[in-house]
Structure formats: structure tokens, C-alpha cells
């Protein structure tokens, strides 16, 4: 299974400076929960390698994956120069890392949104519009809801609460 996992606000707003402009604990443990694991890893750009809180070591407990076209030397996460250098089909993917968590940034989401071969879209969709510089791509007409979560809140600010759900879109490709 190759999946794609973000949080997003309603502004489609994943980061903003390098960060992620919310806090929702249960968010972080939902994101462990799903994509831990010995035979699940994560796939990422650079940038949000670097946002990691692990930062510079990888994400515990999941094979760890870096696309980057700086010369960067990882301990414990191997490096790709370009998404294209990626084969899914080979042993170890097939063998080794089935499940495969496309964890961001923006221009990882929008190489690997649209490929046929994306089983599921699991998106934390917050509802609230929030200043960033980082965005998550609209879903190819493709996707459709699987699976709408129920409504939780988190606490934005001192007075303030927002809700959010985890949704799974589908790959009606796959099908």
C-alpha cells in the first residue's frame, strides 16, 4: 500500500515557516499510530525531515525515506536525488516496506497525488483557515470519501477551540 497522510487546515495550509501552524496532540498520536511499524515507512522531502521533532534522526520504529537534491548525508534514512529514482516494485518495497506513508511536504504531495498507484488519501482536515506558505494539493476527481471521521476539538488559543476530522479518501482507480 502506498498511502499519502497530511493535516491540512480549510485553506489547504500544511506549514507555514518551516512549522506546522497548529497543535493537536491526538493528531501526532493518530499520524504514529498509522504509519509505525516494522514493515511501514515514510517518505518525505527534505524540509519536512528537517521539521521532524526526531530532527536529525528518523522517525522511530518505520523505515525512513528523503527526496533532496542537496548532497545530504542521512544516518538512518536513505536518500533518493529525485521522486522518479523511487521503485515501488523493487524488493524493498515489495518485501521489506509494503506500506509506504507519503508524509510532505507540498512538492511531494503534488508529484505523488495524482499517481495511479496511491491506494488512500488519510487526511486530518481542520477547520479553520490559517496563514501558511506551505499548501496541500486539491484531490484528483478520482479520490472520493471512504470514510468521514467523527468531529473532535483541540484547543486553539487561551479562549479558543477548533474541530477537526480524519477523513480517507480512496483511489477509485484502484478499484
Given amino acids: 500500500?502506498?498511502?499519502?497522510?497530511?493535516?491540512?487546515?480549510?485553506?489547504?495550509?500544511?506549514?507555514?515557516?518551516?512549522?506546522?501552524?497548529?497543535?493537536?496532540?491526538?493528531?501526532?498520536?493518530?499520524?504514529?499510530?498509522?504509519?509505525?511499524?516494522?514493515?511501514?515507512?515514510?517518505?518525505?522531502?527534505?524540509?519536512?525531515w528537517k521539521s521532524l521533532p526526531t530532527f536529525p534522526d528518523p522517525l522511530p520504529?518505520?523505515?525512513?525515506?528523503?527526496?533532496?537534491?542537496?548532497?545530504?548525508?542521512?544516518?538512518?534514512?536513505?536518500v533518493y536525488k529525485n521522486p522518479d529514482d523511487i521503485d515501488f516494485q523493487n524488493e524493498l518495497f515489495t518485501t521489506y516496506y509494503p506500506n509506504v506513508w507519503i508524509c510532505g511536504g507540498?512538492?511531494?504531495?503534488?508529484?505523488?497525488?495524482?499517481?495511479?498507484?496511491?491506494?488512500?488519501?488519510?487526511?486530518?482536515?481542520?477547520?479553520?483557515?490559517v496563514d501558511g506558505d506551505r499548501f496541500f494539493p486539491e484531490l484528483p476527481e478520482h479520490f472520493s470519501l471512504e470514510k468521514r471521521g467523527e468531529k473532535k476539538t483541540f484547543k486553539l488559543n487561551a479562549l479558543t477551540f477548533a474541530s477537526y476530522e480524519y477523513n480517507v479518501y480512496k483511489n477509485n482507480y484502484k478499484s
Avoid at 480549510?10 to 518551516?18: D, F, H, P, Y
Avoid at 512549522?19 to 501526532?28: E, F, R, S, Y
Avoid at 508529484?111 to 482536515?125: A, F, G, P, R, V
Fill in 1 to 48: 500500500m502506498i498511502n499519502i497522510i497530511a493535516a491540512i487546515s480549510k485553506n489547504r495550509v500544511i506549514a507555514n515557516n518551516g512549522k506546522i501552524p497548529w497543535h493537536i496532540p491526538n493528531d501526532l498520536k493518530y499520524f504514529k499510530k498509522l504509519t509505525s511499524g516494522k514493515h511501514n515507512a515514510v517518505l518525505m522531502g527534505f524540509n519536512t
Fill in 61 to 78: 520504529n518505520r523505515g525512513n525515506f528523503v527526496i533532496t537534491k542537496n548532497n545530504a548525508h542521512l544516518t538512518r534514512a536513505m
Fill in 106 to 129: 507540498q512538492s511531494i504531495y503534488e508529484y505523488y497525488i495524482d499517481k495511479s498507484y496511491i491506494d488512500k488519501i488519510y487526511l486530518t482536515e481542520i477547520d479553520i483557515n
